[in-house]
């Protein structure tokens, strides 16, 4: 009887044992579902990047005669967005190309007024010229010269107070440029800011101020 019990108390801890240590062990399906909610929870639509289709957006400027400017968005199709910026001295034209995990910029120019876009077999030929944005949308995310240093600040405008910007900052031995992202309107303000040799700083910003759609 006693031999048994024994037997019966080496099961019972045995299996207590087996049991706890089943408990502790990771759940393989959960992980790699909270992987996977975390990955979609990262991932952006770079169309989001930019203006409505037939806008024009006014930027109020500070530090500079030629910081305020318009700027009149068109998008080509469905992988090409192209922008008319006038700062009242001179018009420049820029393209935009959207790939799978950036936007490249694959022409930029200045141009006369009423300008036409090329079309868009001549555009599909044109290498890009550099990277406008970068994924993964994260702090440490480098392209070029340009690193994306915050994903979640607020940014005040002339047109609104926004939250969850995207920081982008380029830095030189003596300035420092940014540029701020929105999802649903992409580029709303930028920021130079130089240090002169007498020991002074000047900063220059251009910031959203409006945005209406051309009838």
């Not at 935009?96 to 141009?111: L, N, R, V």
């Not at 003596?174 to 701020?180: H, I």
Request: proline letters at 4%; glycine letters at 6%.
């Amino acid at each position: 009887m006693r031999a048994f019990s024994s037997i019966l108390c080496l099961l019972v801890l045995l299996f207590g044992c087996q049991s706890k240590e089943q408990g502790n062990m990771p759940d393989k399906g959960k992980e790699e579902t909270i992987t996977e909610e975390a990955g979609k929870q990262n991932e952006v639509d770079l169309k989001n990047f930019f203006k409505p289709d037939n806008t024009v957006a006014n930027f109020l400027g500070d530090g500079n005669e030629f910081a305020s400017y318009t700027e009149k968005t068109n998008w080509l199709n469905e992988q090409f967005v192209g922008t008319i910026v006038d700062n009242g001295g001179v018009s420049l034209m820029t393209i935009y190309k959207i790939t799978e995990d950036a936007i490249e910029i694959i022409f930029k120019e200045p141009i006369d007024f009423d300008t036409p876009f090329p079309t868009i077999e001549e555009l599909e030929h044109l290498q890009p010229v550099e990277t406008y944005l970068a994924t993964p949308i994260q702090k440490g995310t480098s392209f070029g010269k340009w690193k994306i240093v915050e994903t979640n600040t607020t940014v005040e405008t002339p047109y609104k107070t926004f939250k969850k910007a995207i920081v982008l900052e380029e830095k030189g031995e003596n300035y420092v440029n940014r540029k701020y992202f929105v999802e649903g309107l992409g580029e709303i303000k930028t920021e130079s800011i130089m240090d002169t040799n007498q020991g002074e700083t000047y900063t220059v910003t251009s910031a959203l101020q409006s945005i209406t759609t051309i009838e």
